[in-house]
């Protein structure tokens, strides 16, 4: 797309990640996941990989993570892969930043579930405070992005925030969201719809209702 942002590469960036390499700890983790996978079948790695290699770089700059251009080639020497083979994954997979985000990713999903739910509020409260899609706020803490299905259709409308999910959503509880993460708080991940706790109807069950309290076995009863 036109409007989609460039991958920086500049000198800064080579500069800042041209050395990177896994920590002692994050190395130990390669070598597990690498241990999974036949000898020879290394780019069964990769996504895996790229993620460890995202959240290493969350942890040193307090953010979601991202993954600049010299970390993939990294990533890519690891595995003995092409660079292009590592991008390609890189840039398929709306999971991987390719571009810096803040300490908070807010993704709200604007499938049409979400979107005849109430997704447009969700944005509204975002706006408010002060997100704008595709952009970072000027202090670094959230950074706003519209995504597409993440199959949470029956508790929408939805966002993910990082690695959690916040479902049942309104304006007064998105903010609400949105406030404690600025405060640096925990809020409560999941559904936000008070007595709902998966994805079960609201008001409970109309089915399978014997297994509400205890295990039943319906067999003898088909």
Request: with cysteine; aromatic share 8%; net charge negative.
């Amino acid at each position: 797309m036109a409007d989609a942002p460039q991958l920086p590469d500049e000198a800064e960036v080579r500069a800042r990640w041209g050395n990177f390499a896994w920590t002692p700890a994050n190395a130990e983790k390669a070598r597990e996941i690498m241990s999974r996978y036949p000898a020879g079948r290394q780019m069964s790695c990769t996504i895996p990989f790229l993620d460890l290699a995202q959240r290493q770089v969350g942890a040193e700059t307090n953010t979601q993570g991202w993954l600049p251009v010299p970390v993939i080639e990294f990533v890519a020497r690891e595995l003995d892969m092409p660079y292009i083979r590592v991008f390609e994954v890189a840039t398929f997979y709306t999971m991987f930043n390719l571009v810096p985000v803040g300490r908070y990713h807010v993704q709200v999903c604007g499938t049409t579930p979400c979107m005849l739910r109430g997704s447009d509020d969700v944005m509204a409260a975002c706006k408010s405070r002060g997100l704008k899609k595709g952009h970072t706020t000027a202090d670094g803490l959230f950074t706003l992005t519209e995504v597409e299905c993440m199959g949470n259709c029956a508790s929408a409308p939805m966002v993910q925030i990082n690695d959690d999910n916040f479902e049942d959503l309104d304006y007064d509880r998105t903010l609400a969201i949105l406030d404690a993460l600025a405060k640096g708080e925990s809020p409560k991940t999941g559904t936000q719809e008070p007595g709902r706790h998966t994805v079960e109807p609201l008001g409970g069950p109309t089915t399978l209702t014997a297994m509400v309290g205890e295990n039943h076995d319906y067999r003898g009863e088909w």
